[in-house]
């Protein structure tokens, strides 16, 4: 098991940070002495989910707070909220995700809700936490993509997948975004000559309740059986399957710009690995036109920043 670091006296956002990889991140970097805010969507859930991480550690300092990566408003309010407060933020974890529903659905902004929730939630809070990032010391943004980046594709001319909407197409798309936007972050903090680290993970195969529910977005539909067994052939817990995120946003070897996943099995389990960038993800033009794309999409550009 990867042994984080010392993260005392260290401010930390996890998103998603309720149930699955982002609960576990938020359980382990807590255990370290973090301080972390629990970016949630439900806060019934992320209170829930704060009880189960201080009944192991009664003395971690976790705070949650509502938020919907989904929807700009909400984004920008947990912002402010934060920028009101000027403390220095170490570490942002963007984890929160969805996967695949079976049916194309948008968001409150009026996209579809993988890229949404996905990409361009994330981008936009990273933006406007960056006053936050750079006012503390070697500050880290780690971004969760996926595996299936590599299948992935960004259709700009049918971006929002409003023709011809296929589930796991439209995923992929979403987390080879979110690998492009990882890597175009760490080039825009060099550039700028900013002490920030970004860089990704993936989870492999990992058991969530993202990959349980994510076909019928949490909606009853039953899972077929074929999903199940799949699942259980190479897949492995929550546990190692954090792993990569927790190696990128807490390792003093981490790299900025690079991309962290299990090691076995065609990276579908096993331990922390630097991974080799799918071909989709090596072209620093395919990057910036996506940045300028998602801050045309937002509204939140570095300039406003």
Avoid: C
Wanted: net charge positive.
């Amino acid at each position: 098991m990867y042994d984080i670091p010392d993260q005392h006296d260290r401010l930390a956002v996890v998103t998603g940070s309720n149930s699955g990889t982002g609960k576990e991140a938020t359980r382990r970097l807590a255990g370290a002495g973090a301080q972390v805010i629990m970016a949630v969507r439900a806060l019934a859930k992320g209170e829930w989910a704060r009880q189960e991480i201080l009944s192991q550690f009664p003395d971690a300092h976790l705070d949650v707070r509502r938020l919907d990566v989904a929807d700009l408003s909400s984004v920008k309010a947990f912002a402010e909220a934060l920028l009101s407060e000027k403390r220095p933020l170490d570490l942002l974890v963007n984890n929160a995700g969805v996967m695949a529903p079976p049916q194309r659905l948008v968001s409150v902004d009026g996209f579809e809700l993988q890229l949404a929730t996905n990409f361009l939630g994330p981008f936009a809070l990273t933006l406007r936490l960056l006053p936050l990032l750079l006012a503390a010391k070697a500050p880290r943004v780690a971004t969760m993509s996926s595996s299936v980046a590599a299948i992935g594709s960004i259709r700009y001319q049918n971006l929002q997948r409003d023709r011809h909407y296929v589930p796991y197409f439209a995923y992929a798309q979403s987390k080879l975004a979110d690998l492009l936007f990882a890597q175009q972050l760490a080039r825009v903090a060099n550039q700028r000559g900013w002490d920030l680290m970004s860089n990704a993970a993936h989870p492999g195969f990992t058991r969530t309740n993202l990959l349980a529910a994510g076909a019928s977005l949490g909606r009853g539909r039953k899972r077929p059986d074929w999903v199940t067994r799949v699942m259980f052939l190479a897949s492995q817990g929550v546990e190692p399957g954090t792993e990569p995120l927790l190696y990128a946003a807490t390792s003093p070897d981490a790299l900025s710009g690079a991309y962290y996943g299990p090691d076995r099995l065609f990276g579908l389990v096993g331990p922390t690995t630097l991974v080799r960038v799918p071909r989709s993800a090596r072209h620093e033009n395919d990057a910036t036109r996506l940045w300028n794309v998602a801050e045309e999409l937002t509204g939140v550009t570095l300039e406003k920043i």
